[in-house]
């Protein structure tokens, strides 16, 4: 088997499925997950809605990502993809459109949660997913760029949403990326499509050579089952996005709080974020010469470490220069838990067991928005709500640390026992 799997060739089409995934998520995600940061002015001075209000729209969307990213997930298992993630297009596209012309709070709730749930929990985890499942090698590097499509959405969007909302009201800005979004993301899905079955790669590795790789994480599926996998990495997940959530969410508006305008609060957004499209590649890279788990321990510090800085930041020069820095190393958290699902988990469960860490990852993310404009409203200040994501951060580093001594002992035990 092993003589097959060196032998059989790379598509070359795989990396035309890499490029369109991250546009696709770059589109989809950029908007679900922290599109709506730059609302929180507009939408207050117009309806006189406080953060906290406001900040449960985007929280609705990301439950709505996370529970659809289950149910997607486990049809993306049994049906062919492009079925899948062109539903996930036509219906995000229709939302936003739709919050287009929303009035009171229950509209935005509502459609941003099925813009979610069958939307962009119908791109996430399968577009995911078969990236990984096109590469027999190098998947890090692979998922590391689809990755990056999204950071660069989410830097992308909330900037071109801010000048937008500037040359032409919130209303037309949402209208303006609900027919982009329709026009493009139908366009990306019909260039999506499934591997050859040849291609398929993590099965045999996982099942009949659990050693073969002992820098990477090849083969754990073997020692931990896959839906342990799901829960371990899950709880791991929630975590670690409620301590990345704030800054993604709450940036914007600590800096408008300091005086710094709308546009220059999203052009370092969009700062951060493109330099996280870098940091998305590099620790996809680093993962492959590593392994995932200790690439994600390193992110998961780097994240922490760091958070509650921006706290101390006051000028505009200040906040760019700490974007660059933080955008980087927080960035390979995601990369990280992408990589880590590919190479614990065998192919037949994999989207499945990425829903479900993705559930667990977007509900921390959606926690992590609500608790910032939670806390913002009970103490007129952010200082509660970047210590509690540092906090959050303390507790996954904990998880993540004791996942990698558990797999490190059975893979020892297995070795030994071979």
């Known amino acids: 088997m092993n003589s097959i799997r060196e032998t059989a060739p790379e598509p070359v089409y795989r990396w035309v499925i890499v490029s369109a995934s991250a546009l696709m998520l770059a589109l989809s995600m950029g908007m679900m997950v922290n599109g709506t940061s730059v609302f929180f002015i ?3 001075e117009e309806f006189g809605w406080q953060r906290g209000d406001v900040s449960l729209i985007n929280t609705s969307g990301l439950v709505g990502l996370a529970i659809g990213g289950i149910f997607m997930g486990r049809i993306a298992d049994e049906t062919p993809i492009r079925r899948v993630i062109l539903v996930g297009a036509v219906v995000i596209g229709l939302c936003i459109l739709g919050a287009s012309q929303a009035t009171v709070l229950w509209q935005f709730y509502v459609l941003f949660f099925i813009a979610g749930f069958l939307g962009a929990g119908a791109l ?14 190098g998947s890090g590097l692979a998922l590391g760029i689809a990755a990056a499509g999204q950071a660069l959405g989410q830097g992308g969007m909330p900037y071109v949403l801010a000048l937008l909302i500037g040359a032409l009201g919130w209303r037309d800005a949402l209208m303006s990326v609900g027919l982009t979004m329709l026009v493009l993301l139908i366009s990306l899905a019909m260039l999506i499509k499934q591997p050859p ?6 099965d045999v590795s996982a099942a009949d050579d659990p050693l073969a790789d002992p820098v990477a994480d090849v083969g754990d599926a073997v020692l931990i089952a896959p839906n342990t996998t799901a829960l371990w990495l899950g709880a791991a997940a929630i975590l670690c996005c409620i301590c990345m959530a704030v800054p993604l969410m709450h940036l914007v508006p600590l800096m408008q709080d300091r005086g710094i305008t709308l546009e220059e609060a999203g052009s370092v957004l969009f700062v951060m974020l493109i ?20 690439t994600y321990l390193i992110a998961s510090c780097f994240q922490t470490v760091l958070v509650f800085f921006f ?47 993705i559930f667990f990852a977007f509900m921390g993310h959606g926690i992590g928005g609500y608790q910032g404009g939670f806390f913002f409203d009970l103490t007129g200040n952010y200082t509660l709500t970047y210590a509690n994501a540092a906090f959050a951060g303390i507790i996954n580093l904990i998880l993540v640390g004791a996942l990698y001594i558990t797999t490190n002992r059975r893979r020892a035990a297995l070795a030994f026992a071979t």
């Open 275 to 294: 330099v996280a499209i870098a940091g998305r590649i590099a620790f996809g890279k680093l993962a492959d010469m590593i392994g995932a788990i200790r």
């Open 124 to 137: 996430f985890a399968p577009l995911i997913a078969n990236v990984g499942n096109w590469f027999k090698t």
């Open 197 to 202: 079955k040849n291609t398929i790669s993590s």
């Open 311 to 357: 706290l101390e930041i006051n000028t505009l020069q200040g906040y760019y220069i700490f974007a660059v820095i933080y955008g980087f190393g927080y960035a390979g958290v995601m990369t990280s838990i992408l990589v880590c699902v590919r190479v614990l988990t065998p192919v037949s469960k994999r989207a499945s067991v990425l829903g479900i860490v």
């Open 42 to 44: 507009p939408l207050f």
